[in-house]
């Protein structure tokens, strides 16, 4: 009995810390918070990894810093590291749930800061989405400080595909579906 209870106290433990707080990419040796919701470990930011045809928001490299990169859908299928994954359409839309549904997932998955006219969550999820915008097809940047676009891996049937849209002047989260050759964020989650 002793035995049982120890053992599975041991890999409690070893579950908690395998989450932690942060995981390094070794590809390039940035460090990512990291958060559980629900059975989902989820990056806490959008990935940062630079690979040809990855953008900074506005164009500027100092946005790569506080927001991530952006990544074409194409790309976003193949850029998490090793034991993480792009989420489906299902994982962002049981995120949406978990943090209140489709009328109050914004303000829980908003981060404290960085958003347009007091557009800012209360981050209670831990989840810290911030406002990268995007860049569209013909190049042009928009919506930096006001809105989160993060990728999904799912295709609708038209060819389009699923991101999570967070804007500043709502609470409300959902999904939406647009071109694949935009650039927008990636979260990653742990594979299972």
Not at 8 to 36: H, I
Not at 80 to 101: H, I, M, N, R
Request: hydrophobic share 40%; net charge negative; glycine share 12%.
């Amino acid at each position: 009995m002793r035995f049982a209870l120890f053992f599975a106290l041991l890999l409690a433990a070893l579950s908690f810390m395998a989450c932690g707080q942060s995981f390094t990419d070794p590809r390039d040796g940035q460090a990512y918070k990291v958060v559980q919701i629900g059975n989902v470990t989820w990056f806490a930011q959008n990935l940062n990894y630079e690979i040809d045809g990855s953008v900074c928001p506005e164009g500027d490299s100092r946005n790569c810093d506080k927001y991530g990169r952006l990544y074409t859908w194409e790309i976003a299928q193949n850029v998490c590291p090793e034991g993480w994954l792009l989420p489906d359409s299902l994982d962002l839309a049981k995120l949406v749930e978990q943090a209140g549904g489709e009328s109050q997932a914004g303000d829980a998955l908003k981060s404290t800061d960085g958003w347009f006219k007091k557009g800012n969550g209360s981050d209670g999820f831990g989840f810290s989405a911030l406002p990268a915008g995007f860049r569209n097809v013909e190049g042009a940047y928009d919506g930096i400080g006001g809105y989160a676009y993060i990728w999904s891996a799912t295709e609708t049937l038209d060819g389009l595909a699923y991101y999570l849209f967070l804007d500043f002047s709502s609470k409300s989260a959902g999904l939406n579906a647009f071109g694949k050759g935009d650039s927008r964020s990636v979260r990653c989650i742990q594979k299972p």
